[in-house]
Each structure stands twice: as structure tokens, then as C-alpha cells.
């Protein structure tokens, strides 16, 4: 099969090469280690699902491993282990993950088994009825974290119908109900080449990592019908309280914004903002709720990079009676980011810390395989790996008072927490 390259951007340390049948491969050389690390990404995750399926991606990344054309679970299990490689699949809002790493020499062999389990899994029903009660055990472990449960409810309430309301776990009733037909037609909708990214990384050339790649996959052709249309609703901001009584030590407190999508230009403000009020000691929340004030057990700030509008999110642990006045310090602390500029000497400080922990995060193999696979299967490109950079780099502080503005003006509160301390908290 005749390969299509396009070569990337000269500054740029991966080649980007497409197969003839649509799949994207990703080579990044580094003979610094006899290691190669690869990443296989699927168009799937937990945003393709239907409403009354939430979980189903993830219940496919549990059983998917455990027997395939030709191999039982043990089968798969003792090549893996007798060639002292790592082979897990993996489910996300907007991508499945297929993640592997071996010694140099065992590349080709545990990439042919990684091509055999993606492309004919058997999803064996005992497996299935195994993984879905270890996923329910899951979920209600996770009814009994204050902290899961608020960012639960506020969550919902955010996204209503959009998928993003749900857990990667679904819940109670959606997995129950999951069966094994539902893996095979979501595997045949979604597992098919054109809908593939191979991202590679460590010792191997760019000529041979494709040929192998080739060699296990450059027969599997595009199916006649198209993808699913992926027609998602309209998320609509109508920002409310949530709040669930509970016997707890402390109370969680919990404003949510509806933010951008990673491709809007308000992406790198917003995440600089992000980084600016809750990561780390040194931020703004810790420095002025815990270490001045005293408030919190646990303060902090998230932002995630996603494909369709992402929350962000401010929380803090705090004593029951302290409940009122932690929703008060946070919403002040953003309210001051709306009508105040940050200021220069905190803003660089922002961006050395925000790219300082991007650099670190793309030392191991394993690192650069999953990043670079993660721009492409956004289709954001290779690129962005520098372009990220300069975003967060030249955001200014009128830019991250624009931002702050347009996106956290009025939260979703949620709180959960004793029930006379969460019910007076509510007159904030």
C-alpha cells in the first residue's frame, strides 16, 4: 500500500504519515532508551455515547483486552507479561485509548496483538457480566465522595442533554442495562481505520515504525457507510444551585463556569486563569483562603482541554461552619478576576508555572506518544504542541479580564455537606 506523508513543520520532532485507508501514524524518534511507547486512539469516548448508554465506552475499554479473535483473556495476558510489556485500553469525554509499551525488540509482536484486539475483539459475556459489576462497584463507591457527588450535580445541571453531563462510569441505570450486543455494534461503529491514530515514540525510525504499522493494519478497509453523525445539543448557560445533604466531616463547595472549547480563542486565557487561581501553593486560592484565612482543608482550581465546551471549576473542603463564608471567598476571588487585571509580576508567574509543567509533562515516551496522538485525534494537529505554547505565552492581562468577563460572571453552585450548614450557605 502506497503511504501519503506529509511532512510537519520544521519544528516540530514527529512525523506525521497518513495510510492509505485513513489511518494517521505518528513517529517521534528517541534512541535515548530501548523503550517505544505507543498510543492508538479511537474517535470514541464517552461523548459518542447515547444518552440511555452512558458507560458503554468505558465498559468497552474493560472487557476489550479479555479475549479476541483467537485468544482467550489468559491468552492475551501471559504474551503481554512474558515479553514484560504493558498493554491497557482506556476511555475519555472524547477519544478511546489503546496504550502500549515494550522493549524495542518486542514492538512488532505486542503491536500485532494490540491490531488483533481492536480489530476482532470477542467481548466474551462472562467478561462482560464481570466488568459491569465491578463498574457498578465503581459507581457506588463514588456516590459515597462528597466531592465526586458535588462536581456530579453540577455537572448535570450544566450540560442537561450534552454527554459531557455524564460520568465516563454512566450511572446506576445506564450501566445496568448495557449489554453485549451494544459493545459489538458501538466497536463496529466507531473501531474502523479512517476513525484511527497510531502515535509512536522512542527507539525507532520513522521508515520502520510505519512499516509496521502497515503491516498490521494496512488491510483493514474503511467500511462502506459513513461514521455516525455526531449531532450534540445545545448547551445552554442557566446557572442554579445544587445541594445534597450529607453526614460529612466537611462541607465541599463548588462554582462552576461554562467555559470555551480548546479551540476557542479564550482556551489559553481561560486555562492561564485557571492555573493563576488554583494550582498549586502558590496560588491565588490556596495563598488567600488557606494560608491567610484559614478556610480550607483543600482549595483548588480545574480546567480541562476539551473538544465541546469545558467546565471550570473552583472548590474548596472547608469546616461545616465555615460553609457561607467559603462560597463567599471563591465567588469573590472570581469575581475579582472580572474586574481587576491581574497583575504582570502573577500573570508571568502563571505562564512559567502552566509551561513549566507542560515541559516536564513530555519526558517519557509514553508522554510524547500520548500527547502528540491527543492534538491529532482533536484534529488540532501535531502543531499544536508549539502553538499551545505561544497561545499561553502571549495571553495578556486584558485578555484574561476579557475572558474572565464573558465566561465567570454568574456560577452554578454546588454544595454538599451537613444540611443546616449547606441550606444557610445558600443565602451567600
Given at each position: 500500500m502506497i503511504q501519503i506523508v506529509k511532512p510537519s513543520l520544521s519544528h516540530s520532532p514527529i512525523h506525521r504519515t497518513v495510510l492509505n485507508n485513513g489511518?494517521?501514524?505518528?513517529?517521534?524518534?528517541?534512541?535515548?532508551?530501548?523503550?517505544?511507547?505507543?498510543?492508538?486512539?479511537?474517535?470514541?469516548?464517552?461523548c459518542y455515547e447515547k444518552q440511555e448508554q452512558a458507560g458503554l465506552a468505558y465498559l468497552l475499554s474493560a472487557v476489550i483486552t479479555k479475549g479476541c479473535d483467537g485468544l482467550s483473556s489468559l491468552e492475551i495476558a501471559e504474551q503481554v507479561e512474558s515479553a514484560g510489556a504493558s498493554l491497557s485500553a482506556d476511555t475519555a469525554t472524547d477519544y478511546f485509548?489503546?496504550?502500549?509499551?515494550?522493549?524495542?525488540?518486542?514492538?512488532?509482536?505486542?503491536?500485532?496483538l494490540a491490531g488483533r484486539i481492536l480489530r476482532s475483539p470477542t467481548f466474551p459475556e462472562v467478561q462482560v457480566?464481570?466488568?459491569?459489576?465491578?463498574?457498578?462497584?465503581?459507581?457506588?463507591?463514588?456516590?459515597?465522595?462528597?466531592?465526586?457527588?458535588?462536581?456530579?450535580?453540577?455537572?448535570?445541571?450544566m450540560y442537561q442533554n450534552h454527554p459531557y453531563a455524564m460520568s465516563v462510569l454512566g450511572n446506576e441505570t445506564t450501566m445496568s442495562h448495557l449489554t453485549r450486543?451494544?459493545?459489538?455494534?458501538?466497536?463496529?461503529?466507531?473501531?474502523?481505520?479512517?476513525?484511527?491514530?497510531?502515535?509512536?515514540?522512542?527507539?525507532?525510525?520513522?521508515?520502520?515504525?510505519?512499516?509496521?504499522?502497515?503491516?498490521?493494519?494496512?488491510?483493514?478497509?474503511v467500511p462502506?457507510?459513513?461514521?455516525?453523525?455526531h449531532d450534540l445539543p445545545e448547551i445552554r448557560v442557566e446557572p442554579q444551585h445544587q445541594i445534597k445533604p450529607m453526614q460529612t466531616q466537611q462541607s465541599i463547595v463548588m462554582l462552576g463556569y461554562l467555559g470555551s472549547s480548546v479551540i476557542s480563542p479564550d482556551y489559553a486565557p481561560l486555562k492561564l486563569l485557571s492555573t493563576y487561581l488554583g494550582n498549586g501553593l502558590s496560588s491565588r486560592l490556596f495563598v488567600?483562603?488557606?494560608?491567610?484565612?484559614?478556610?480550607?482543608?483543600?482549595?483548588?482550581?480545574f480546567y480541562p482541554t476539551r473538544l465541546y465546551p469545558a467546565s471550570f471549576v473552583v472548590y474548596m473542603g472547608t469546616a461545616p461552619e465555615n460553609?457561607?463564608?467559603?462560597?463567599?471567598?471563591?465567588?469573590?476571588e472570581v469575581d475579582l478576576l472580572c474586574n481587576a487585571e491581574v497583575s504582570q509580576s502573577a500573570l508571568?508567574?502563571?505562564?512559567?508555572?502552566?509551561?513549566?509543567?507542560?515541559?516536564?509533562?513530555?519526558?517519557?515516551?509514553?508522554?510524547?506518544?500520548?500527547?502528540?496522538?491527543?492534538?491529532?485525534?482533536?484534529?488540532?494537529g501535531i502543531d499544536f504542541d508549539t502553538k499551545f505554547q505561544e497561545l499561553i505565552a502571549s495571553v495578556s492581562a486584558k485578555d484574561a479580564m476579557a475572558a474572565a468577563q464573558r465566561y465567570l460572571q454568574e456560577p452554578y453552585l454546588s454544595l454538599v455537606g451537613q444540611e443546616e450548614a449547606i441550606n444557610n450557605a445558600l443565602d451567600y
Open positions: 489511518i494517521v501514524v505518528l513517529v517521534a524518534e528517541n534512541p535515548a532508551a530501548d523503550i517505544i511507547a505507543g498510543r492508538i486512539f479511537i474517535r470514541a469516548g464517552s485509548l489503546l496504550s502500549l509499551k515494550t522493549v524495542t525488540s518486542d514492538f512488532a509482536e505486542i503491536l500485532a457480566e464481570l466488568e459491569r459489576r465491578l463498574a457498578l462497584q465503581n459507581i457506588r463507591s463514588q456516590q459515597e465522595q462528597p466531592f465526586t457527588i458535588a462536581f456530579e450535580q453540577m455537572r448535570q445541571v450486543a451494544d459493545l459489538v455494534e458501538y466497536h463496529q461503529n466507531y473501531f474502523r481505520p479512517d476513525n484511527l491514530v497510531v502515535s509512536i515514540a522512542g527507539r525507532v525510525t520513522q521508515q520502520d515504525a510505519v512499516a509496521l504499522v502497515e503491516q498490521v493494519f494496512g488491510d483493514w478497509q462502506d457507510r459513513a461514521l455516525p453523525i488567600e483562603l488557606r494560608e491567610k484565612r484559614g478556610l480550607a482543608y483543600e482549595v483548588s482550581a460553609t457561607s463564608i467559603a462560597v463567599n471567598g471563591l465567588r469573590t508571568q508567574a502563571a505562564k512559567n508555572k502552566i509551561l513549566g509543567q507542560y515541559a516536564l509533562g513530555k519526558q517519557t515516551n509514553g508522554q510524547i506518544a500520548q500527547i502528540y496522538g491527543w492534538y491529532e485525534i482533536l484534529a488540532l
